[in-house]
């Protein structure tokens, strides 16, 4: 049997979804679920990593952050995070210095996770949900290192990574259809007798 594992860039997809007003109902993503429409009847998923940061200045993102984070635990899936970084940059309009926050490690965990699993012998086929084409070294050198292996891409929808294309195995391209059919339910029950939910968040409807 073949055995899957993937790797999740989450704010690859979070980003694809978000630039596309008619995607923001997809947000409360069901990863575990939207694995399974990526692989055959003959194969296992061994493992499903999450790579991801909270926006810690921003409570309410990083609340609904949570509870997306809390509902993929509770299917198995595994987060791993990175971190944010405050960084200065100039407007090209006004050429004014203004802070902002930049995105850090997640193209790294990635690429230390991918190989760390693929030395640990834990997949047969390795699974990328990304378009980001830093993570291309590390797929050389599991191909190099682990030739048996299988090295997949899901493009999330909206993206092309066509650097990505050229060195896996084989490519997918994320659907609309398999968004909408791998939705959390709008309220998750975690403990009927204290009737505790996790509820899909107002601005993902």
């Known amino acids: 049997m073949n055995r899957v594992s993937f790797f999740i860039d989450g704010f690859n997809v979070f980003h694809s979804l978000d630039s596309n007003k008619s995607y923001y109902k997809y947000k409360w993503l069901d990863y575990s679920a939207l694995a399974k429409c990526f692989i055959k009847s003959t194969d296992t998923i061994a493992d499903i990593y999450y790579f991801t940061a909270y926006a810690e200045w921003n409570p309410e993102k990083q609340a609904r952050h949570k509870l997306l984070v809390r509902a993929l635990t509770m299917r198995g899936v595994k987060t791993v995070f990175g971190k ?35 030395y640990n012998d834990t997949f047969d086929t390795g699974i990328l949900i990304t ?75």
Request: glycine letters at 2%; hydrophobic letters at 35%.
């Open 131 to 205: 378009g980001d084409s830093d993570i291309v070294p590390a797929i050389l050198a599991v191909k190099e290192s682990f030739p048996a292996k299988q090295i997949g891409l899901v493009i999330p929808i909206g993206r092309s990574a066509d650097e990505m294309k050229h060195v896996c195995d084989f490519h997918i391209k994320m659907k609309q259809e398999h968004l909408k059919n791998s939705q959390f339910p709008d309220s998750i029950v975690i403990d009927a007798a204290k009737n505790i939910t996790l509820n899909r968040p107002a601005t993902w409807k």
């Open 84 to 118: 944010f970084k405050r960084k200065e940059k100039e407007c090209r309009l006004c050429h004014r210095i203004y802070k902002t926050f930049e995105e850090k490690q997640t193209d790294v965990n990635i690429s230390i996770k991918l190989f760390q699993s693929a």
